[in-house]
């Protein structure tokens, strides 16, 4: 069993800056996928980055923008955003995927005004 706990999120300016934090309770294989996923209102969740054995995809929308990383024990996984954009706002939520299941968080709601 996997608990994630996110946070970090707020309100922040066209251009700004975030960095989410999302703690990982439990056993976390180096096979296992971490990602964050976001989800604007009216919209369906989608994949913002994931990160597996070290190796990292971004969403087009994010790439050169966005960073995900992870400590060395799998316990933390961040999401670092940078110029951030009003298009950016959304619930974003840290993940773990090892088939067949899948852990979530509870989401952090980031909000960037114009």
């Known amino acids: 069993q996997v608990t994630l706990v996110e946070s970090g999120g707020g309100l922040v300016q066209s251009g700004g800056s975030l960095r989410l934090s999302c703690t990982a309770f439990?056993?976390?294989?180096?096979?296992?996928?971490m990602g964050w996923y976001r989800q604007a209102p009216g919209k369906e969740r989608e994949l913002v980055a994931r990160?597996?054995?070290?190796?990292?995809a971004y969403a087009d929308s994010v790439k050169g923008r966005f960073t995900i990383s992870t400590d060395n024990a799998l316990k933390m996984v961040w999401l670092e955003m940078n110029s951030l954009k009003p298009e950016d706002t959304a619930v974003y939520y840290c993940?773990?995927?090892?088939?067949?299941?899948?852990?979530w968080g509870q989401g952090t709601q980031v909000t960037v005004s114009s």
């Open positions: 990160i597996i054995g070290g190796s990292m």
């Open positions: 993940n773990v995927f090892r088939a067949p299941k899948e852990y």
């Open positions: 439990g056993i976390i294989f180096s096979t296992d996928a």
